[in-house]
């Protein structure tokens, strides 16, 4: 089982930065991938980014590529996204997700993921 947290969200104008953070709990965080995502009022939770075991794959929405950078720390059991140039359109509560030891799903799939956080609300104003 593993239990995860994000933290960092808050309200910035429009260009501005945030880092969100997700700790993760348990003995198995360098063998798994993790993955955030992000759901708007009204709208169905949608990929942001994704990050392998090894962080040697990356992948990004195409809505944020160039501006959010996903990353992690396996010391720390921590995986982190850095959100630059954020728009008003990046407003939602996003989300930290975990895959399973030896889950070959793919990152970008909602449905390959087996553990989920509480989420952070993001809002960027204009």
């Known amino acids: 089982q593993v239990q995860l947290v994000e933290s960092g969200g808050g309200l910035v104008q429009a260009g501005g930065s945030l880092r969100l953070s997700c700790a993760a709990s348990?003995?198995?965080?360098?063998?798994?991938?993790m993955g955030w995502f992000r759901q708007a009022p009204g709208k169905e939770r949608e990929f942001v980014a994704g990050l392998s075991a090894s962080s040697r794959t990356t992948y990004y929405a195409d809505s944020v590529k160039g501006r959010f950078t996903i990353s992690r720390d396996n010391g720390k059991n921590t995986v982190y996204l850095q959100m630059n140039s954020l728009k008003p359109e990046d407003t939602a509560v996003y989300y930290c997700g975990a895959k399973r030891v030896g889950n070959s799903r793919p990152l970008t799939k909602l449905s390959s993921y087996d553990y989920w956080g509480q989420g952070t609300q993001v809002t960027v104003s204009s």
């Open positions: 348990g003995r198995t965080f360098s063998s798994i991938a």
